[in-house]
Each structure stands twice: as C-alpha cells, then as structure tokens.
C-alpha cells in the first residue's frame, strides 16, 4: 500500500475497486466485532491519506472546538451573553470585546460562544430524532411494501412537495416557541428525506437474495428485518444523517433568525436578525455569526462527505 | 445410504411435483413460465434438471420453496407433494415450518446468498436455531457444521464474512446452512455455476458425499450436461417450460429418447469419443414463454418434426425405464429414424 499515489488515476480506481467491497460489504457499524474490523480495513486507512486530509482535519478541529464551545462556554469566555450595557454599545472590535459588541453593549464573542449550544443542539437532535423515524417509517414501508408503502409514500410526497425550511415553520408557528417545539419542528422537518431514501434501500435490500436464502432456512420475516435489512441500511442512513446534520442547523437557524425561535436563548440567528440594521457601519454584529454559521455547516459538510466516500464510495 | 426410516407406505416419493404451472401475470395476459411440470424424487435421490436457460428450472424449485408464491406477480398451480403433504396449498407461515427442517436450498449466487454485513457464524447459527438450541450447543455444532462441509480453520472461519472468504467458501457455507436443520430435501439451483471448475468438483463431491452420509434426496439444477452426468442418478430435461424427457443418467445418456435431449448431449464435447466428430448445436433458439409455438414447443428446431407435433402437444410416453414427451419417441427408440443422420447433425443436408 503507497501512501503516496503519482499515477493517481490507476490507483485511485484500484482503491475505488477495493473500497468498493469493502466498504459496501461490511459497514456492520452497529456491533463491536464488526466494527473494529470495519476502521481497521485498507479502505479506510488509504482513504486517511488522500490530498484532501487537510481540508478534512480543519474540519474535524473546528467541529470540535464548536462542541467544546457548546459542552463548556464559560471556559472560552468571562461575560454573561445576556449582560447589556447601554455605557458599551455598537463598540468595534478591540482588545474587551474581540469581536465588537451589540446594540444592548454584550459581546458578539460571547453571544456566539453560548450560541454553539443552540446550533449544534438543533443540528444533532433534530437529525437523530427526524432521522430515527424518518428512517423507521422509510425501512419498515419498504420492507412491509404492498398498500401500506403505497399509502406512507404518499403521505411522504405530500411532505417532500414542501421546503424543510417551510415544514419546520408551519409547525414552530402552531405550536408554542420553546427549546422543544423547535427541535420538533426542524426534526419533522428531516423527515421526508430520510424515509424517502431509507425506504428505496430496504426494497432494494430486501429484493437481495440473501434475504430469499433466510426465508428459505425458515427465519421469521421480523427476525431478517431485524438482524438483515436494517444494519444493511445503516449505511446510507448514517451518510445521510451527516449530510442532514448541516440542513438542521441552517433550518434552526434560519426559524430563530425569522423570530420564531425560543426567546431568551442565544443563537447565531437571533444575532444575525439583531445585527441586521446596523450591517452598514456595526458590520461585525450580523457577519461574525453568519460566517459561523457558513463555517460549521461546511465542516460538518466536509466530514459528511469524507464518510460517504468511505461508507458508499459506489454514490461517489 | 441408510435406509430411510419410513413410516409411510412405501412406494410415496419424497418429492412429487404434478402438472406445476407458475404463470407471471402481466398486464396483457398470463405467461405461462412452467407449464405443467411433473416428476418424482426417491429418498436419497439425486435427480439434475437441465435444461437452457429460461426452460422453468430454476422457478420449478422456487415453487417447490414456496418462494415463487410470494410474488405477486406469479401464480403457482398444481401440486407438490413433500411426503404426500401438497405443499402449494400450504401458506407462508406453515411453510416455515417446513424450510430449513424438511427442505434447503442453495443458490447460484454463493456471495450474493449471504448477508454482507453478518459474520458467516452467526448466519449459520441461524439455521441452525431451527433445530437446537442453547448458545453453546448452537455455537458447538455450528463448527462442527462448518467442518463437515470441508472448510478448515472452522474456529476462526465463523468470525469472517463474506467478502473475506472465496466464493467456494461461500458456497460451503452455504450448504452448510441449508443442511443445518437436517433437511429431507435438498435443492440446489445451479451450486456451481459461479466456481471455476477445480472448485465445483468439490462442491459436487460434496453435495454427494451430504447425499451419502445423510441420505438426502437432491434436487441439482444446471444446464451443465457435464455435471449431469457426474452427479444425477435420474435426469429430467426441461425445454420452454414443460419435462420433455426423464430417466436414469446411464439411459439418457446412451440412448436419449426425445430430439432435444439428443441435440444437447451431442453438443457435449467428449474426451473419450472415438473420431473427432463436429460438436453439433440445436439449431435455432428456445422460444420466449411469450412466443410459445403450438404443439410440441420444440418442433420449429426438431429435426424430425412432422404436421402432428405442430397441432398437438405431446404427452410423456414410457421407453424403457424413461418417459419421453414426443410423438415420434417409439421410432426413434426402435431406430427407424436415424438421429445421426437428422441435420442437426450434419448441416449439410436439408430438413427431412
């Protein structure tokens, strides 16, 4: 194995070929035996060791500094992000506050320090909660099929005709704005998509010949369900949830930025629609979070796209 | 083989398959796939079913697994009797009773047959359940399984799966698990197909060695005449959906009765043949379910066809200890037409 590939276009299809096997045969992610041999398989390993890895580590460095943001924020920053000061408002940025301060004089820093919380909360809830049953309802519509699938895949239809974005509205403005109601709302939101592709996997999982080879040995149709059809869905449902990971918190953000959010919690997107008048001369109030916002997505993004091409590298 | 421990009357086959039709139902009009299917299998039995591809073969033992009736496209009719109990008149879930304990099955694709994401071991132990149980006394015979079906190592070869392992291996394992719960029948839709030679010797080998040591009937699908005429103690040949001949190896061999079967052996090469003789092709090619002529579904390739197989379909006729499903089958058995003569054999001269 070359770590190091000059004639990149024979050994990258070879690695695509073996990567091909082994990733698509063997993403039994969901238990400890598999899943030791799974990380220690050559696709993996050759696929660390591709150009793109520095693009890939600033990525995971800043993911991880967003969620130490988000675990410990009094460690990054002294100030209360809820303190106004009317003696310290619109300051630039400078030496006390390093990304400038607000109308209400608190610090923009500390404002988007305690606001990882709300965006990486939205963003990782949402996609186990929309995922989860998105997922559900997609594997077992497909694996039951018949008149059920037909009827939830309509229903499916009808939710996918809408925008996540606009789903997640109707729902947040129908119910109350809390912390909850919002992460109900953008999880519905990732719904659609979720059981859409699942439910496309399971019939094609469950078309497989194995699944005929169990039956024929007299294994009970929930016991394959179980056991086969699902952790041979894992795969994509797991790319799928890092791609939606993204989705979510630019939906999250983009309900609190409308206002529609909880109130008296930070988030990038209530400084965003705060900071929006002045983004003439305050510049830093409405830009710091927004690029925020941009980078996180990106890098959740980028780690998401790395863990396709390793899990499916057949999609790539 | 031991002698089976009988409880019925004698003279009830393991296996009896009677006038088997499976229809796919299109949105213009039924096909018929197999057409009245019909044949026998004794207690420790190995029969072939050959045949080209699209003859009913494979769907022939779909339906015999019940798997064939859970599409919904295709209609299963007739009877398959297993020990006297029809089988198609069973549902699903009295089938599953049946698979894995009564009846296994093997299929053409040995990768393909088992699931990528689970450790051959636990695959195995699965069939497995249907008969033990107790984690130890699965996992002691699942090794114990796994060695009986020639694969070395068994301790270490349960963990791998199945892209680890070759495709014979597979296909070791795949016997393996359809001879878990101890079946009466075995069905094996062209085992071989997907190994290169020196491994479906094996495979063969060991599916008789399965036969002789625990005297189960086999039912081996292939279009391979070769592997026929290794493995099969009696051989049915199927042509566009029906049984056009069937008999024991050795008859069928030297004397096949009906023009098909004559056309398909000497389309076999053959190490030991005295002169170097032209391998010889059936002319033309089977038709689609579709497109199934009238009368004898093989007389626009026959040889011998006259103005009666193209009206009326043939019914099977004893030659000896065979059945043959032509009308001219008594000439050609009492030589009257001579086959090496028919332009199948030699396209230099028209059609008689």
Redesign the interface.
């Known amino acids: 194995m070359t770590l190091t590939a000059p004639n990149a276009d024979k050994v990258e299809q070879d690695q695509a070929g073996n990567a091909f096997q082994s990733a698509e045969r063997s993403p039994g992610l969901l238990r400890e035996s598999s899943w030791a041999r799974w990380v220690r398989r050559p696709g993996l390993r050759r696929r660390w060791f591709r150009p793109n890895r520095l693009v890939l580590g600033l990525a995971f460095v800043f993911l991880l500094l967003m969620v130490a943001w988000a675990l410990f924020p009094s460690l990054f920053t002294s100030g209360s992000p809820s303190a106004t000061d009317p003696l310290t408002t619109l300051r630039a940025p400078s030496g006390t506050f390093p990304l400038g301060s607000d109308q209400y004089g608190r610090s923009v820093y500390t404002e988007l320090v305690y606001g990882a919380r709300t965006a990486l909360e939205i963003g990782f809830l949402c996609t186990l909660l929309g995922g989860g049953v998105g997922s559900a309802i997609g594997v077992l519509s497909g694996y039951i099929g018949g008149a059920i699938d037909m009827v939830v895949m309509r229903c499916v239809d009808v939710l996918m005709a809408l925008p996540p974005l606009f789903l997640a509205l109707v729902f947040i403005a129908a119910l109350a704005p809390t912390v909850t109601n919002e992460i109900i709302a953008v999880s519905v939101a990732t719904i659609p998509l979720f059981a859409r592709v699942l439910r496309g996997r399971a019939l094609e999982v469950r078309s497989r010949v194995f699944v005929d080879a169990l039956t024929v040995v007299g294994v009970r149709k929930r016991r394959i369900l179980w056991r086969h059809v699902i952790p041979n869905c894992a795969a994509p449902g797991m790319v799928l949830g890092s791609i939606t990971i993204g989705t979510a918190i630019v939906t999250g953000a983009s309900l609190n930025y409308l206002g529609l959010g909880p109130t008296g919690v930070t988030s990038w997107g209530t400084l965003i629609s705060n900071g929006q008048g002045y983004i003439n001369k305050e510049w830093w109030i409405a830009i710091f979070p927004g690029v925020l916002i941009t980078l996180l997505v990106l890098s959740v993004n980028v780690i998401a796209d790395w863990l396709r091409d390793v899990m499916e590298p057949s999609s790539r | 083989m031991t002698a089976p421990p009988s409880t019925r009357p004698s003279g009830v086959p393991l296996l009896a398959v009677r006038d088997l039709h499976v229809d796919y139902r299109s949105g213009d009009g039924d096909v018929a796939l197999v057409n009245g299917t019909s044949f026998e299998l004794e207690r420790g039995e190995i029969i072939c079913l050959v045949g080209e591809s699209g003859s009913g073969k494979s769907l022939t033992a779909s339906a015999i697994?019940g798997?064939a009736q859970?599409r919904t496209r295709l209609r299963v009719g007739g009877t398959v009797a297993l020990e006297g109990r029809n089988l198609t008149a069973l549902d699903q879930r009295q089938l599953?009773?049946?698979?894995?304990?009564e009846?296994?099955?093997i299929?053409q694709?040995p990768a393909?047959?088992?699931?990528?994401?689970?450790?051959v071991g636990k695959q195995i132990a699965?069939?497995v359940a249907?008969r033990r149980s107790g984690r130890a006394e699965i996992a002691r015979r699942v090794v114990e399984l796994v060695a009986q079906v020639g694969i070395s190592d068994p301790e270490h070869r349960v963990?791998q799966?199945?892209?680890e392992i070759s495709g014979g291996m597979c296909q070791r394992v795949?016997i393996a698990?359809?001879i878990?719960?101890d079946p009466k029948l075995l069905l094996a839709d062209e085992p071989t197909t997907a190994l290169d030679v020196t491994i479906q010797a094996q495979v063969l080998e060991l599916l008789k060695r399965v036969r002789d040591e625990r005297g189960m009937s086999v039912l081996l699908i292939t279009h391979d005449m070769g592997i026929a005429a290794q493995t099969a103690d009696r051989i049915v040949v199927m042509y566009a959906g029906s049984v056009v001949e069937e008999g024991p190896t050795r008859d069928l061999f030297s004397r096949p009765g009906h023009p098909y079967s004559i056309g398909l052996i000497r389309a076999v090469p053959r190490v030991d043949s005295a002169r170097v003789a032209r391998l010889s092709a059936i002319p033309g090619s089977m038709p689609e379910a579709r497109e199934r002529p009238s009368g004898c579904a093989f007389h626009p390739r026959c040889p011998f066809a006259v103005d009666r197989c193209r009206v009326e379909a043939p019914e099977p006729v004893a030659i000896g200890a065979r059945r043959v499903a032509c009308h001219r089958a008594g000439e050609l058995a009492s030589g009257l037409l001579n086959p090496s003569r028919s332009p199948s054999a030699d396209p230099g001269e028209g059609q008689p």
């Open positions: 697994m798997l859970r599953r009773g049946l698979r894995g304990r009846m296994g099955m299929f694709d393909g047959a088992l699931d990528p994401v689970v450790p699965e069939a249907r963990r799966f199945p892209h795949g698990i359809a878990a719960g």
